[in-house]
T-cell receptor
């Protein structure tokens, strides 16, 4: 059974204090790993798709990396507007198009 | 690009009535759409997978006669909550899969409150 574990559950940072969020996964053949950002009362907003180990993608202050067992979302010099819950999800190659989500990391960036 | 809309964004109804929620992919065609439910401070729970022109596939424990899903075109899927009760109150979110990148794009969600 595909599983995703995100850590930490919650993270408080000061503005400008860089950090990383972790997403550990087990899947029977990775078809894709996805990062989303969700603000309260809204649907998840797509950030990145990673397909194979060693792949990296960047967008503004965010950088996502992927290994065979985990993915990291690095946040460089965060701003208060980066505060949100970050969700990680995987899709396996078992034929299903379903995503398996982690429980998310709630990030709070204080000014 | 890759925008998904949902309508309505918020609905309040009386117990026993039915409510229809629409999900549209605005700038791409989606052969597959998904419906999720999210409880406060919890992650998304997949309810069903909707394929254009065929019957939806429901997750275990989801009542297919209560949550009717129709995916009549490549850009529109609807979820109808029939005979709604207070326990159906929740945040419902749809997503549409973009074929070329295999990425699901989510709608903004619909807050359903059943009185």
């Amino acid at each position: 059974e595909d599983q995703v574990t995100q850590s930490p559950e919650a993270l408080r940072l000061q503005e400008g204090e860089s950090s990383s969020l972790n997403c550990s996964y087990t899947v029977s053949g990775l078809r894709g790993l996805f990062w989303y950002r969700q603000d309260p009362g809204k649907g998840p907003e797509f950030l990145f798709t990673l397909y194979s180990a060693g792949e990296e993608k960047e967008k503004e202050r965010l950088k996502a990396t992927l290994t065979k067992k985990e993915s990291f979302l690095h946040i460089t010099a965060p701003k208060p507007e980066d505060s949100a819950t970050y969700l990680c999800a995987v899709q396996g190659q078992g034929g299903s198009e379903k995503l398996v989500f982690g429980k998310g990391t709630k990030l709070t960036v204080n000014p | 690009g890759a925008v998904v809309s949902q309508h309505p964004s918020r609905v309040i109804c009386k117990s026993g009535t039915s409510v229809k929620i629409e999900c549209r992919s605005l700038d791409f065609q989606a052969t597959t759409m998904f419906w999720y439910r999210q409880f406060p401070k919890q992650s998304l729970m997949l309810m069903a997978t909707s394929n254009e022109g065929s019957k939806a596939t429901y997750e275990q424990g989801v009542e297919k006669d209560k949550f009717l899903i129709n995916h009549a075109s490549l850009t529109l899927s609807t979820l109808t909550v029939t005979s709604a009760h207070p326990e159906d109150s929740s945040f419902y979110i749809c997503s549409a899969r973009e074929v070329y990148t295999d990425t699901q794009y989510f709608g903004p969600g619909t807050r359903l409150t059943v009185l």
